[in-house]
């Protein structure tokens, strides 16, 4: 199954934080999705990656953003080189920290994200999206691609994230 996971092209206009450009908006599956979030992570005080959050609609709260039966796109953009046993290990830390996603059939699929992910370069990308009736979907640079069916992994992804990186 092919996914058009593709930036608009031409003059999108574009934020910078940290050295990292984003558009201002990307289309997911021929829906328009704009960048609601950025932000900058960082281990010790060096800067790993500039991420961004992508919805179709500006929600009032965290809880709306997971909630709602919407398209949306988490998108790390690199700023140093991450091997992909690193990768695998912050994700499994931060994965294992999130209570929606301790059952067995959340830790399966959790691992099935895990053996998705690849080392990346600078300038790399890790895109985690949600796209309404088919779930979600592991794409770009930092990963071999998966695809993992329905809303309720999304869900407890989402709401792992914006736990620990709350959207103002």
């Avoid at 058009?4 to 990292?20: P, Q, Y």
């Amino acid at each position: 199954m092919a996914l058009a996971l593709a930036l608009l092209a031409g003059g999108a206009e574009a934020r910078a934080l940290s050295g990292v450009r984003m558009p201002d908006a990307i289309s997911v599956e021929g829906q328009e999705l704009t960048l609601n979030h950025m932000d900058v992570k960082r281990r010790y005080v060096f800067d790993v990656y500039v991420w961004g959050l992508y919805l179709t609609q500006k929600p009032s709260s965290n809880q709306e953003a997971i909630a709602s039966d919407q398209a949306k796109q988490l998108q790390m953009r690199f700023k140093r080189n991450v091997n992909r046993d690193q990768l695998v290990t912050a994700f499994r830390e931060f994965l294992s920290q999130s209570e929606s996603l301790r059952s067995p059939e959340m830790r399966r699929l959790s691992e099935q994200l895990l053996q998705s992910l690849r080392g990346v370069k600078k300038g790399d990308s890790l895109l985690i999206s949600y796209v309404p009736d088919q779930g979600l979907v592991v794409a770009g640079e930092g990963s071999g691609g998966a695809s993992i069916p329905g809303k309720a992994f999304a869900d407890a992804l989402f709401t792992a994230w914006l736990r620990a990186n709350p959207i103002q």
